[in-house]
């Protein structure tokens, strides 16, 4: 058996998707599936590149809305894991709040939001931030809380005060489970984004596949897929390449 | 520094049936070596625990450097606690292991030694740039050693500090332990599973009973280091030593039975 390198599973990877494309390709042809229904991979890359400035302007705004989204809800989320370490007694009431906003539909807020806040970037900004948010406050809160329990009795045999404490103990602790929760929030942020898009917008990948939509045109449906799932893999990647140079005492998490 | 211990007794929240610790007396003059012997779960772990003041006794006095509760002389820096585990932060190099307590230890804190001069004390020098998850786990307790080292106290607790170490590694490292003590002359207290380590250390052996914890024999160690295992003198002190062991297991088994 070859050894199991990142090398030689991502070329496994390549080699999977690119089977799934030529079976995709040829099953259309072989059974001449209308247009209509599912339109070939050639000719979604065909739509893809003869509307490139188009899309390319699209993706760009969606990308935007998606990374100022994710940024807000980190941020948010961070944030509010390290005041309720810090102050632990409100921690149950913030935590059915945060359960509360998890647990309410997307669908719900999504053209809620836009009736508020009108077509602009703004309510999906906030979408993507509410979305991203959970993920990283109650991994954020684990990786806080979750100290190893020697070095936490190290730390107060030292009589280190509490910030101390936070400063070069907890926080340091809980940067791999910020990673954990970048994986989970960053193909959300992208979700997020879309969706809120398609509710109601003046641009964006969102908006563009709800127009295709409306008219039935699905190679322009097909073609943001695409899209989006470059940037869904390239967004993961970069996130693990930067996990394994900051999270380099513990053995690589990352499937690749 | 001396400790002295009076009338201690530790019950943990929920165990009200099966106290941890039982009416424990003993006194430690400065600079001695002490080594606790006795059977798994008879609370050694709890005594130095609460000694560190790391957790509270229900009952009891613990009085440290004529005085001073076990908070005050953790404050004062007096008290350094080890364990088996080396708790080494595991994002930083073997000298910034040892770097971070300017940083953590309150404002004013004296260290006894600059964290290179730590390092080449357990021969560790070479290893100063390694992150922990690269040494070896001697290597690692040695680290963890330098950092105490490091700390000017006069108290060391040790729980078992190499328990996690194959034999000749954990020999070796009894035996430089002993030669940093020499000189320092703190006063120390040793828990170990080991006899042999014991006696090859201690001036002093304390036998505890089964749980609750009380103690069952304080056993003197006269002899001069280094010690050899084979001097007749030694075999006594080990006999001693197995007898006050096995017998307060036979008072256990007699009174479980
Ligand atoms: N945090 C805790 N909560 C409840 N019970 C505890 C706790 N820590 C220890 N105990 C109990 O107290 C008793 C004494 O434990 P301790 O760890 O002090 O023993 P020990 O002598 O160090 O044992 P060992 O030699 O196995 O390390 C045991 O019965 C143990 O189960
Ligand atoms: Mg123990």
């Known amino acids: 058996m070859k050894p199991h390198t990142p090398d030689s599973s991502a070329r496994a990877a390549l080699i999977i998707v690119l089977v799934f494309v030529l079976l995709w390709e040829g099953g259309v042809r072989l059974f001449s599936v209308p247009v209509y229904l599912l339109p070939a991979p050639s000719t979604i890359l065909?739509?893809?590149?003869?509307?490139?400035?188009?899309?390319?302007?699209?993706?760009?705004?969606?990308?935007?809305?998606?990374?100022?989204?994710?940024?807000?809800?980190?941020?948010?989320?961070?944030?509010?894991a390290v005041l309720l370490t810090l102050v632990p007694h409100i921690e149950a009431g913030v935590m059915s709040l945060a359960i509360m906003i998890k647990s309410t539909p997307l669908v719900a807020i999504a053209p809620l939001l836009t009736l508020w806040l009108g077509f602009g970037v703004l309510p999906k900004i906030i979408i993507t931030a509410l979305l991203t948010f959970f993920p990283v406050l109650v991994n954020v809160i684990s990786g806080l809380q979750r100290v190893d329990g020697a070095l936490l009795d190290l730390f107060r045999s030292w009589r280190a005060s509490r910030w101390k404490l936070f400063l070069y103990l907890r926080l340091p602790s809980a940067v791999p489970y910020i990673f954990a929760a970048l994986k989970i929030s960053a193909p959300l942020a992208i979700t997020g984004a879309v969706v809120a898009e398609w509710t109601g917008a003046s641009g964006g990948l969102g908006r563009v596949m709800w127009l295709a939509y409306a008219n039935l045109n699905l190679p322009y449906l097909f073609a943001p897929i695409v899209i989006l799932a470059a940037i869904g893999i390239s967004l993961y990647r970069l996130l693990a390449h930067a996990e394994r140079r900051l999270v380099f005492w513990l053995p690589s998490s990352t499937v690749e | 520094m001396d400790l002295t211990v009076s009338c201690l007794s530790h019950v943990y929240p929920g165990r009200k049936t099966r106290p941890a610790l039982e009416a424990v007396d003993f006194t430690v003059p400065s600079g001695q070596f002490v080594a606790l012997v006795g059977p798994s779960g008879c609370g050694k772990s709890t005594l130095l625990r609460l000694i560190a003041s790391l957790i509270q006794p229900t009952a009891g006095r613990?009085?440290?450097?004529?005085?001073?509760?076990?908070?005050?002389?953790?404050?004062?820096?007096?008290?350094?606690?080890?364990?088996?585990?080396?708790?080494?932060?595991?994002?930083?190099?073997?000298?910034?292991?040892?770097a971070i307590l300017r940083r953590v230890l309150?404002?004013?804190?004296?260290?006894?030694?600059?964290?290179?001069?730590?390092?080449?004390?357990?021969?560790?020098?070479?290893?100063?740039?390694?992150?922990?998850?690269?040494?070896?786990?001697?290597m690692q307790q040695r680290l963890a050693l330098a950092r105490l080292l490091t700390l000017d106290s006069s108290l060391w607790l040790m729980d078992e500090p190499f328990a996690a170490l194959d034999e000749l590694t954990r020999e070796r490292l009894s035996q430089d332990l002993l030669e940093l003590w020499q000189p320092l002359r703190p006063t120390v207290l040793w828990v170990t599973h080991n006899i042999y380590e014991a006696l090859r250390l201690a001036n002093r052996v304390l036998v505890f009973t089964p749980q609750p914890g009380r103690i069952a024999a304080d056993i003197d160690v006269p002899l001069p280091y280094p010690r050899e295992e084979a001097?007749?003198?030694?075999?006594?002190?080990?006999?001693?030593?197995?007898?006050?062991?096995?017998?307060?297991?036979?008072?256990?088994?007699a009174a479980h039975a």
Do not use: C, K
Request: hydrophobic share 50%.
């Open chain 2, 62 to 98: 613990i009085e440290i450097d004529g005085g001073l509760t076990p908070s005050q002389a953790a404050a004062a820096q007096h008290i350094a606690w080890m364990s088996q585990s080396p708790a080494l932060l595991p994002w930083l190099t073997a000298r910034d292991n040892i």
């Open chain 1, 46 to 80: 065909l739509t893809l590149a003869q509307n490139a400035s188009m899309y390319a302007q699209a993706t760009l705004l969606t990308v935007g809305e998606a990374l100022a989204g994710l940024l807000l809800g980190v941020l948010a989320g961070v944030i509010i």
């Open chain 2, 106 to 138: 309150p404002e004013g804190t004296r260290l006894r030694l600059s964290p290179d001069e730590a390092l080449s004390m357990v021969g560790l020098e070479a290893a100063a740039e390694a992150y922990p998850f690269t040494l070896s786990g001697g």
């Open chain 2, 231 to 253: 001097d007749p003198a030694f075999q006594q002190v080990l006999l001693q030593v197995r007898q006050a062991l096995s017998l307060n297991r036979n008072q256990y088994e």
